[in-house]
DNA sequence: CTGCATGCAAACCGTTTGCATCCCC
DNA sequence: GGGGATGCAAACGGTTTGCATGCAG
């Protein structure tokens, strides 16, 4: 997870990091695709692509490997559990206390070298809830 | 999660279903069409995925959304982790105790109703680590 | 007879890759 | 001038879908 090796930070690259630093949410790499072009309208998505798994790579950024069909990007690396609306997708923090010894008590029931965990739970947001209520409520 | 509605159990269905009770592994949708096509050979991958998907939201089975790109399935359905090899893919059970009051403390501290969560470890498999060291002695 | 289920193939979507060009060192 | 980075477009892998046919109730 730390550097593996310095990488040229291109412009490109500078700007993938600050609009990613910018949102609290956890965009796809397509809408990171949409944030960067508003600012260099002639990059190209393969770029994005090879950037953000670049970057990951090199722990500068984190890869969400959440349920969906498509992976998710965060600036903020440390530990932390998210939450995913399984009505419209999208994925929020949560504010739970991480639990780095559970990966202690998953190497000794299992025989993988452990490297980490992600806890993932799924609900549904208050924005989709809302219009539940309203469509029933009709 | 409980039966929304029966559905009618045809050879296919019937098939799908007894092949994923069979394997401890976690099966992507393309691993049960293969074991499925030895025993119903003209099936289509198609209505491997329909039976899937209908039978995943029926609670018969599990889907699983790991990380990685495939779905996987399971047939055991009652709340259990996993840890996956980075590096092969697999995926295999933890056995680890549910902790369903993790449920709560997500919904004290967000907006969302939370319907449930999976915790996904990741690892080197043994088979993958043994592997490596083969690569680094020589 | 009617409707759901199937097999098949084409479409789809997110992601990766090959390649020619560009730019920094 | 050489090696990595880029833009572009084509390829790819997994999944979904439209449609004609089949079969159970």
Known sequence: M???SEIRLTPQRQVILEELAKVKTHPTANEVYDMVRKRLPRIGLGTVYRNLELMADNGMILKLEVGGSQKRFDAITNLHYHIRCTCCGKVDDIELTAMPHLDQLASDSSDYQVVG?????????ATCGEAQEKAITN
Not at 117 to 125: D, T, V, W
């Open 2 to 4: 730390q550097p593996q």
């Open 117 to 125: 965990h992600h806890i993932e739970f799924s609900g549904i947001c």
